[in-house]
C-alpha cells in the first residue's frame, strides 16, 4: 500500500540485511514513523507493546524475531529461548504460534551454523506468503459485494461497517476484513465504511480510518455503541471484520466488541462476514469461548485515551477518576452460529467445522485437544 505515494509494507529487511524495520502503529495516525528492530528481544518488545499488531502481523514479526535470535546466537538454547520469549507476547493471536512453530521445527533439525540463513529466508517467505494469501482473500470476498450492490437501486451506496483494524496494518500487506473492500472500491463500486472506534486503543478511528483515508475509499468514524443503530436502521448492509483465532467449528475470537455487533447483525438480518487467512485457524480448538486465552491488558489502555491536542501535541489524558479499577479485556469469542460465512484464501465457507473442512480437506486427519487453548483468561501487559 502507498503513504505519501510511497510502497509500504509493514515489516521488512532493513538495507543492510541484518535487522528489520517495521511501521511504529503506536504513533499512528498523527504521526507517520518507522522503527529498526535488531534483536530478537526488541521484536518481543515491539509485539508485546502493539509498535505491531494484527494477527497475521504478528506472525510475521515473530518469524523475524526467531531469524534475529539466529543471527545472535543459532544454538538450540537461543531457539529455545526465542520461542518462549517470542509466545508470550501475545497469547490471543494464533498465528504467532503458527509461524514460531515452523520456524522451530524447520530450524531444529538444522546445524547450528546453517540456522541464521535458513530462519531469515523463511521469515521473508512467510512476508510474502501473507502478501499472496490476503490478496487472494480479497478476491474471494469481492463477489460478495458485488452482489451487494447488485441488489442495492441504482445509484445506491454499498455500506459496510466493520470493528477494529483488520487492514493492510494488520497483515503485511493488503489486509483481511478490508482486502475485499479495498478491491470493491478499485473496481469502481461506491462502497462506503463505517468504522467502529474501537475502543480502547481506538484501532478503528486512528489506523482504519488513517489507511482507508489513504487509499480514497469513503468511511465515517462512529463510536462503537452507534453500529446497532445503524444496523438496526438499515443503514449497514454488510459487516465484515477479521479475526486472530477461529476454531475449528467457526467460532470467531476478535477484538472487543466484535460479538456485540454479531448480535445486532443477527438480530436484523445483516450479513456478518470474517475475514481470515489459514494460519488464523486454530484446528486444535473446537470451543472458542471455552477454549481461547484472552487476553487481558494494561488498564492504560482504558483509563487514557492518547491523540493530538489542539496544539500539535501528541499526548495522553485520563479519562476515569483516580484510583478507579479498571478491566481491560482484548478480545472476545464470536460463536459460529452467528458468523454468516468465512471469507479466507481459498474462497468462502459457512462457520462450521464441515465448511472449514470443505476448503482445508488436508486437515480432516487432525483431531482437536480440548483445553489446549490454555486458560481462559492470560494476562499481557503493553
Same mark, same amino acid.
Given at each position: 500500500?502507498?503513504?505519501?505515494?510511497?510502497?509500504?509494507?509493514?515489516?521488512?529487511?532493513?538495507?543492510?540485511?541484518?535487522?528489520?524495520?517495521?511501521?511504529?502503529?503506536?504513533?499512528?495516525?498523527?504521526? !507517520?514513523?518507522?522503527?529498526?528492530?535488531?534483536?530478537?528481544?526488541?521484536?518481543?518488545?515491539?509485539?508485546?507493546?502493539?509498535?505491531?499488531? &494484527?494477527?497475521?502481523?504478528?506472525?510475521?514479526?515473530? =518469524?523475524?524475531?526467531?531469524?534475529?535470535?539466529?543471527?545472535?546466537?543459532?544454538?538450540?538454547?537461543?531457539?529455545?529461548?526465542?520461542?518462549?520469549? #517470542?509466545?508470550?507476547?501475545?497469547?490471543? =493471536?494464533?498465528?504467532?504460534?503458527?509461524?514460531?512453530?515452523?520456524?522451530?521445527?524447520?530450524?531444529?533439525?538444522?546445524?547450528?551454523?546453517?540456522?541464521?540463513?535458513?530462519?531469515?529466508?523463511?521469515?521473508?517467505?512467510?512476508?510474502?506468503?501473507?502478501?499472496?494469501?490476503?490478496?487472494?482473500?480479497?478476491?474471494?470476498?469481492?463477489?460478495? @459485494?458485488?452482489?451487494?450492490?447488485?441488489?442495492?437501486?441504482?445509484?445506491?451506496?454499498?455500506?459496510?461497517?466493520?470493528?477494529?483494524?483488520?487492514?493492510?496494518?494488520?497483515?503485511?500487506?493488503?489486509?483481511?476484513?478490508?482486502?475485499?473492500?479495498?478491491?470493491?472500491?478499485?473496481?469502481?463500486?461506491?462502497?462506503?465504511?463505517?468504522?467502529?472506534?474501537?475502543?480502547?486503543?481506538?484501532?478503528?478511528?486512528?489506523?482504519?480510518? !488513517?489507511? #482507508? &483515508?489513504?487509499?480514497?475509499?469513503?468511511?465515517?468514524?462512529?463510536?462503537?455503541?452507534?453500529?446497532?443503530?445503524?444496523?438496526?436502521?438499515?443503514?449497514?448492509? !454488510?459487516?465484515?471484520?477479521?479475526?486472530?483465532?477461529?476454531?475449528?467449528?467457526?467460532?470467531?475470537?476478535?477484538?472487543?466488541?466484535?460479538?456485540?455487533?454479531?448480535?445486532?447483525?443477527?438480530?436484523?438480518?445483516?450479513?456478518?462476514?470474517?475475514?481470515?487467512?489459514?494460519?488464523?485457524?486454530?484446528?486444535?480448538?473446537?470451543?472458542?469461548?471455552?477454549?481461547?486465552?484472552?487476553?487481558?491488558?494494561?488498564?492504560?489502555?482504558?483509563?487514557?485515551?492518547?491523540?493530538?491536542?489542539?496544539?500539535?501535541?501528541?499526548?495522553?489524558?485520563?479519562?476515569?477518576?483516580?484510583?478507579?479499577?479498571?478491566?481491560?479485556?482484548? !478480545?472476545?469469542?464470536?460463536?459460529?452460529?452467528?458468523?454468516?460465512?468465512?471469507?479466507?484464501?481459498?474462497? @468462502?465457507?459457512?462457520?462450521?467445522?464441515?465448511?472449514?473442512?470443505? #476448503?482445508?480437506?488436508?486437515?480432516?486427519?487432525?483431531?482437536?485437544?480440548?483445553?489446549?487453548?490454555?486458560?481462559?483468561?492470560?494476562?499481557?501487559?503493553?
Amino acid at each position: 500500500m502507498n503513504i505519501d505515494g510511497k510502497p509500504y509494507r509493514t515489516i521488512w529487511l532493513a538495507a543492510d540485511g541484518r535487522a528489520v524495520e517495521v511501521i511504529d502503529q503506536t504513533r499512528l495516525p498523527h504521526a !507517520f514513523a518507522t522503527v529498526r528492530l535488531a534483536t530478537m528481544t526488541q521484536v518481543a518488545d515491539a509485539i508485546r507493546g502493539m509498535t505491531v499488531r &494484527g494477527a497475521p502481523l504478528i506472525g510475521a514479526a515473530g =518469524a523475524w524475531g526467531m531469524a534475529l535470535a539466529m543471527a545472535e546466537q543459532p544454538s538450540d538454547a537461543m531457539l529455545a529461548r526465542a520461542y518462549d520469549v #517470542l509466545l508470550a507476547t501475545r497469547p490471543t =493471536a494464533v498465528n504467532l504460534r503458527w509461524a514460531l512453530d515452523d520456524l522451530r521445527a524447520r530450524l531444529a533439525t538444522l546445524p547450528p551454523a546453517e540456522r541464521r540463513a535458513a530462519a531469515y529466508a523463511r521469515a521473508a517467505e512467510i512476508c510474502d506468503e501473507d502478501v499472496a494469501t490476503c490478496r487472494a482473500i480479497g478476491s474471494s470476498g469481492l463477489p460478495l @459485494i458485488e452482489a451487494i450492490a447488485r441488489r442495492k437501486p441504482a445509484g445506491a451506496r454499498v455500506n459496510a461497517l466493520t470493528h477494529c483494524n483488520a487492514g493492510w496494518l494488520a497483515t503485511v500487506d493488503w489486509g483481511t476484513a478490508l482486502a475485499p473492500i479495498y478491491r470493491a472500491h478499485d473496481s469502481g463500486i461506491d462502497i462506503h465504511v463505517w468504522v467502529d472506534e474501537t475502543r480502547p486503543r481506538n484501532q478503528g478511528a486512528g489506523l482504519t480510518a !488513517f489507511e #482507508l &483515508g489513504r487509499h480514497g475509499v469513503p468511511h465515517t468514524v462512529i463510536a462503537d455503541n452507534a453500529g446497532g443503530h445503524l444496523i438496526q436502521r438499515g443503514m449497514v448492509d !454488510f459487516c465484515i471484520v477479521g479475526t486472530d483465532r477461529t476454531t475449528r467449528n467457526g467460532d470467531v475470537c476478535n477484538k472487543i466488541g466484535t460479538y456485540l455487533k454479531a448480535l445486532a447483525a443477527h438480530d436484523n438480518g445483516v450479513p456478518f462476514y470474517v475475514a481470515l487467512p489459514y494460519p488464523t485457524i486454530d484446528w486444535t480448538l473446537d470451543d472458542g469461548v471455552r477454549d481461547i486465552p484472552i487476553e487481558q491488558r494494561d488498564p492504560l489502555e482504558v483509563s487514557h485515551v492518547s491523540g493530538r491536542t489542539s496544539a500539535g501535541r501528541l499526548d495522553s489524558v485520563a479519562v476515569v477518576p483516580d484510583g478507579t479499577p479498571v478491566a481491560n479485556y482484548g !478480545f472476545d469469542v464470536t460463536p459460529a452460529r452467528l458468523v454468516t460465512a468465512l471469507i479466507t484464501e481459498r474462497g @468462502i465457507c459457512p462457520a462450521s467445522e464441515a465448511g472449514l473442512l470443505s #476448503l482445508y480437506p488436508e486437515r480432516r486427519t487432525h483431531q482437536p485437544s480440548p483445553r489446549e487453548g490454555g486458560e481462559k483468561v492470560a494476562r499481557s501487559a503493553g
